[in-house]
């Protein structure tokens, strides 16, 4: 238990140590990483702490990431945000090693506040509070079904602990219901399509730090809680597997298809993080190991593609002042560097190889089409609408004539090359040895 302890112990003491944030969160994640080296066995299960091979991985990105974006708000930091992102970090940590599902529950909603904070308090533009409403009621409605379904849980086996549950589905028509309830809290913080609708706005109106660990961390707590609970009830999702299917598949290729669309360079990152968070439900719904490896691959890699993603997102507005597509032209005559990060990133974010991201689509769409070929069509028609509104964000953002208003002398701090830089890093040493993310 000390393992998880004292690190979360020395991430809430950190403002007051004067000592440089980033560094800290850094060592932490090293740490992490050195310690639980054998990460196939449950290295640790008590009544309120778990720590495995998914929950020591995601501990791992949550300090790495937040380390990151502590980086890319130089020379900025200001003392409540460096205050939320250890808070967020923290709350993240625990859900993720947490073993009683009431405490999930509770550590899984606890992670809203610092982040609707940012965007009430650090946010732009007085849109703002509508966004933050959108994610509040969004979450706090789906989550309500969530915690009755935790009380029933209760009575029924006189505890919450994950891998103790002898619980089986109600009969139907109560098991519909029964699966509806107890999955929509997680399908909503994925967010899936048609229950997506807060998280564009979310990520428009967050700051550069609130859009980055909104995506690779708190989009990846519904995954998770959805893998843990599968593993608990097999057979959780079996009545609204079909449905599920559908709505997923077809509609990763509707959201791929809006994301084409988008004019605005968040907004376009935003819906493509919706169409790959809809398709890791699918893999995740075949309920087969290769879909669950494709679906852990998905998440990892995902949550550093798009945080570095909104990181340029953030690069770019600060010179521009626009997040407009069709103003944002011809930067690579102008910052040649950042034109070369954002087609590493959108390559990234389309699968190419030779990043992770590609062997975790490969395995999504084979075992979604192990489980039925009729979603064939979808998967194939998102995979390559992923392409195309990738190339889009590219070349409408870094070729083209150059704008009236642009100054040819405008660059960035070294320090934000390098929070990409260590984005990268992490990709490229998981292409190298992706069996660390296969179990």
């Given at each position: 238990?000390?393992k ?12 007051k ?23 196939n ?15 020591s ?26 205050l ?7 709350t ?5 090693s ?28 007085p ?40 619980t ?31 998280l564009?706005k ?17 989009l990846?707590?519904g ?23 559908a ?10 298809l ?17 169409a790959h ?8 719904l ?5 879909g669950w490896a494709g679906?852990?691959i998905t ?8 945080s ?18 069709l103003?944002?032209?011809?930067q ?10 954002w ?6 974010n ?5 990043f992770m991201?590609?062997?975790g ?36 953002m870094?070729h083209?004539s150059?704008p ?11 320090t ?6 260590l ?9 190298l ?7």
């Amino acid at each position: 238990m000390l393992k998880i302890m004292l690190p979360l112990a020395f991430m809430l003491m950190m403002p007051k140590l004067k000592f440089y944030h980033p560094p800290l969160l850094f060592s932490l994640s090293i740490m992490f990483m050195t310690t639980f080296t054998n990460m196939n066995m449950k290295l640790m299960l008590t009544n309120f702490f778990l720590m495995d091979f998914m929950s020591s991985a995601l501990i791992i990105l949550t300090l790495w990431i937040s380390a990151l974006m502590l980086s890319v708000m130089l020379p900025n930091i200001t003392k409540p945000l460096s205050l939320l992102t250890l808070l967020l970090a923290t709350t993240t940590t625990l859900t993720f090693s947490m073993n009683n599902i009431l405490m999930f529950y509770i550590m899984f909603e606890l992670s809203l506040i610092p982040i609707i904070m940012m965007i009430l308090f650090l946010g732009y533009q007085p849109e703002r509070i509508q966004a933050a409403t959108y994610m509040l009621l969004y979450t706090v409605a789906a989550s309500l079904p969530l915690f009755i379904s935790i009380i029933f849980l209760y009575m029924k086996n006189n505890h919450l602990n994950f891998f103790f549950m002898n619980t089986t589905l109600p009969q139907t028509p109560n098991a519909m219901i029964w699966s509806i309830t107890i999955s929509l809290a997680f399908m909503v913080k994925m967010p899936i399509y048609s229950v997506h609708l807060w998280l564009p706005k979310a990520h428009v109106e967050a700051p550069t730090a609130g859009s980055m660990i909104l995506a690779a961390l708190l989009l990846k707590l519904g995954g998770f809680g959805l893998l843990r609970l599968l593993s608990s009830f097999p057979l959780l999702m079996h009545p609204i597997t079909p449905v599920m299917f559908a709505i997923t598949s077809w509609g990763a290729a509707i959201t791929a298809l809006l994301t084409v669309r988008q004019t605005d360079f968040k907004s376009l990152i935003a819906y493509s993080s919706v169409a790959h968070m809809s398709m890791t439900l699918a893999s995740m719904l075949t309920m087969s190991k290769w879909g669950w490896a494709g679906t852990y691959i998905t998440m990892m890699t995902h949550g550093l593609c798009s945080s570095a993603l909104f990181a340029l997102a953030g690069m770019t507005f600060s010179i521009t002042n626009t997040r407009s597509i069709l103003i944002t032209k011809g930067q690579i005559m102008i910052l040649p560097k950042m034109a070369i990060w954002w087609f590493i990133f959108a390559a990234s974010n389309m699968a190419a190889p030779p990043f992770m991201n590609l062997a975790g689509e490969i395995m999504i769409f084979s075992a979604i089409m192990s489980k039925s070929l009729a979603f064939m069509i979808s998967i194939f028609l998102a995979s390559f609408l992923s392409a195309l509104y990738n190339l889009h964000l590219y070349t409408s953002m870094n070729h083209g004539s150059l704008p009236k208003y642009s100054n040819p002398t405008m660059n960035h701090p070294q320090t934000h090359y390098t929070s990409l830089y260590l984005h990268l890093l992490p990709l490229i040493f998981l292409s190298l040895k992706p069996e660390i993310l296969l179990w």
